[in-house]
């Protein structure tokens, strides 16, 4: 196996590892003591000051970091310019948010959100301090530090905040549970790093770049909209409590792409960047990402909007049940976005930061049109369902343009994903005829009916698998094998 890969399979490896070892952390313990302490209200009052938060993080780095990842050999002045132009915004965006703060209290109607924005405006600075040094790692696959810095950030900040939440800090333990995660991953990763930063700054290198890295920035701009537009609209329009109950059910959407999807992208980045000129190698990189990542996502989303009810039960509590009709709809946004998040990485890798721009745009009318009806009807099943029928209709053209770019074509992207896509079909099939054919199975308690529905899915997926595609299956665990270091494949190599 060539270094690129053993670097890029050592780096999804390790980025997957930990990101569902801290993810599984998160929905296992953290968030189910926080949901029994705290209130649906509280949680929406939280979202509502991140909103304005994570909007200013979105200019904080202009695309800057991501630039120097895939530069050919960025020097002293290159690495140091970056960070202290990121420096600077991050003291412009803490001003600007401490200073906007009973603006947004005013719009959300909640006097609190002023006091919680003011408070937490130090994230913008601890953010934008530590994205040189994280590029630093990132581009020098120092992933295994990289999820030191993770993990310890993780389970400092979530000690803190049961802490505070147990001692009746209420939505306080929230926000400081997100200034600690930014600490600490702020004075970690300034610790660890061994990027050239130097007090000097040479306004020429910055302004090379700024074509590729304004287009990422105006990407993450109308993409945070897009993540965003449901909370404002909700937050503005149906109140905290309903906010509180809509985030959990996005929180939770969000889990493939953050366990999954995330940590698997993060170490693609660097290796499509290393081909980004070889298209051959880049499309089957792409098509073997999709594949691997639809093993996982297609069942596990799945499965997730058909035992929903117990799931949010045992995850939250009985007070949150109005999160299980929403997620049930969201479990499937979740799966499309998660599958076709990579294409993100390959246009990013291509220097293509302009088609990243159009389709955010593009997606930005279609989720502002889509919301705007689910809050026309008024309720959150309306939001969710239009959020989905939005992301069905935008996936088509988006992959199209995918494999234009890539000489690909859509039977190739198919097959990839033909073997789970029916495995999956199956495995619903079994967990309904289950609830059908047995109808105690829902008298049951929610862990029960967990432990009954969830191994039952799982088994009929793989057996499916392994009776009607053995092929496929075999090819899969040759490619696990080659990424963990086996003999010299050219699928491994393409990876």
Not at 430 to 456: K, R
Request: include cysteine; proline fraction near 4%; aromatic fraction near 12%.
């Amino acid at each position: 196996m060539n270094q690129l890969a053993k670097k890029t399979a050592t780096g999804a490896i390790i980025n997957i590892s930990v990101t569902v070892t801290k993810n599984l952390g998160q929905f296992l313990l953290v968030i189910p003591i926080l949901a029994r302490i705290l209130t649906p209200e509280q949680f929406g009052l939280i979202a509502m000051a991140m909103t304005l938060v994570g909007f200013l993080t979105m200019f904080n780095d202009l695309g800057i970091s991501a630039a120097l990842v895939r530069a050919e050999k960025p020097g002293v002045a290159f690495w140091s310019s970056a960070f202290w132009i990121n420096i600077g915004f991050g003291t412009a965006m803490t001003a600007a948010a401490y200073f906007a703060a009973p603006w947004v209290a005013v719009f959300f109607g909640e006097p609190q959100v002023e006091e919680l924005v003011r408070m937490m405006s130090c994230v913008l600075m601890l953010h934008c301090a530590v994205l040189v040094p994280m590029a630093w790692l990132q581009r020098n696959y120092k992933f295994q530090t990289i999820a030191v810095i993770d993990l310890t950030a993780i389970i400092l900040s979530s000690a803190v905040a049961i802490y505070m939440a147990l001692n009746g800090y209420g939505v306080w333990a929230l926000a400081w549970q997100q200034i600690v995660l930014y600490a600490v991953k702020a004075v970690i990763g300034l610790l660890l790093h061994r990027a050239p930063i130097r007090l000097t700054f040479d306004w020429a290198t910055i302004r090379a770049v700024l074509p590729f890295s304004l287009g990422l920035t105006g990407t993450a701009f109308v993409r945070f909209l897009n993540q965003n537009t449901d909370n404002v609209l909700i937050g503005r329009f149906l109140g905290a409590d309903a906010l509180g109950f809509y985030s959990r059910a996005y929180l939770i959407m969000r889990m493939p792409i953050k366990t999954l999807s995330s940590g698997l992208n993060f170490a693609l980045y660097p290796a499509f960047s290393a081909v980004q000129d070889d298209k051959e190698k880049l499309g089957r990189a792409y098509v073997k990402t999709v594949s691997i990542l639809s093993v996982l996502v297609l069942p596990m989303m799945t499965g997730l909007a058909l035992v929903v009810v117990p799931f949010v039960d045992l995850l939250f509590g009985s007070q949150w049940g109005p999160v299980a009709p929403v997620l049930r709809i969201l479990a499937f946004v979740g799966l499309l976005q998660s599958v076709a998040s990579s294409a993100n990485e390959m246009f990013k890798a291509r220097g293509r930061s302009g088609v990243l721009l159009r389709w955010s745009l593009i997606r930005a009318v279609g989720f502002i049109i889509a919301f705007s009806i689910g809050i026309y009807i008024g309720s959150l099943e309306a939001m969710a369902w239009a959020f989905l029928i939005a992301n069905v209709i935008l996936l088509f053209p988006f992959q199209y343009e995918v494999l234009k770019e890539l000489n690909l074509s859509a039977a190739t992207l198919l097959d990839a994903i033909r073997p789970q896509f029916f495995s999956t079909l199956v495995m619903a099939a079994a967990v309904l005829a289950t609830e059908t054919l047995i109808p105690s199975v829902q008298s049951l308690n929610s862990t029960l009916q967990l432990l009954v529905l969830v191994p039952i899915g799982g088994a009929v997926y793989f057996l499916t698998l392994f009776i009607f595609f053995k092929q496929f299956v075999r090819t899969l665990v040759n490619d696990v094998r080659n990424l963990r270091g086996g003999e010299d494949s050219a699928s491994a190599a393409s990876a």
